[in-house]
Structure formats: structure tokens, C-alpha cells
């Protein structure tokens, strides 16, 4: 239901954008994130959209992480800025809907190593 894309691999500094393509409306769901899990770490949140409009960051992207969603394309985007080699995980898109249930993608590589 949701597919993810846009990982790979990036020297510091640089930049991805990473999508989300859900099946259906993205305004059906309560909110849309990304999440990443690196080696040995609890997945943890990166970035969030509530609604359409509200955006949460975690402290270690702001600033250098914009989510966005195009409602018409059903997707949601996780541009990415200033890479980091801290940074690099497998990146899952996440949808919460109405009723509170969870819904992953399949994760997509994001390095950052020179």
C-alpha cells in the first residue's frame, strides 16, 4: 500500500529526496512519516506530517529535512539536505490512519559515506 523510493548513495553533504507512493488518498490517513533503523538502533522517527499541513521533526534533522505531501499524486516526499554520514539507515515511510493503524513500506537504503 505504501512504496517507497529514492534511497542511495550520497557523498556528505548531498542531497535525496526520498517518496512514498500510497495506493490510495494520502488525505485518507491521519498522518505520514519516515522512519529509519540503523544497524543496531531502534527504528526511530524522522519526520512527520499530520494532516496535510503539521510537520514534526526529530531534533537531529531539522533544519536539514523538509517533509511534503502532493495530495494529487498521492504521494509524500522527504527531501533531505546536508547529509550526514549519521544519517545513513534504511529510511520505512509510515501511514497512520483513523483508526490508529499502523501501515509500513518497505524500507529503502540511504548511505552517506565519501
Known amino acids: 500500500q505504501l512504496q517507497a523510493s529514492g534511497g542511495g548513495l550520497v557523498q556528505p553533504g548531498g542531497s535525496l529526496r526520498l517518496s512514498c507512493a500510497a495506493s490510495?488518498?494520502?488525505?485518507?490517513?491521519?498522518?505520514m512519516g519516515w522512519f529509519r533503523q540503523a544497524p543496531g538502533n531502534q527504528r526511530e522517527l524522522v519526520a512527520r506530517i499530520i494532516g496535510g499541513s503539521v510537520t514534526n521533526y526529530a531534533d537531529s534533522v531539522k533544519g536539514r529535512t523538509t517533509i511534503s505531501r502532493d495530495s494529487a499524486k498521492n504521494t509524500v516526499y522527504l527531501q533531505m539536505n546536508s547529509l550526514k554520514p549519521e544519517d545513513t539507515a534504511v529510511y520505512y515511510c509510515?501511514?497512520?490512519?483513523?483508526?490508529?493503524?499502523?501501515?509500513w513500506g518497505q524500507g529503502t537504503q540511504v548511505t552517506v559515506s565519501s
Open positions: 509510515n501511514a497512520l490512519d483513523w483508526q490508529l493503524n499502523n501501515y
Open positions: 490510495g488518498s494520502v488525505s485518507s490517513f491521519r498522518s
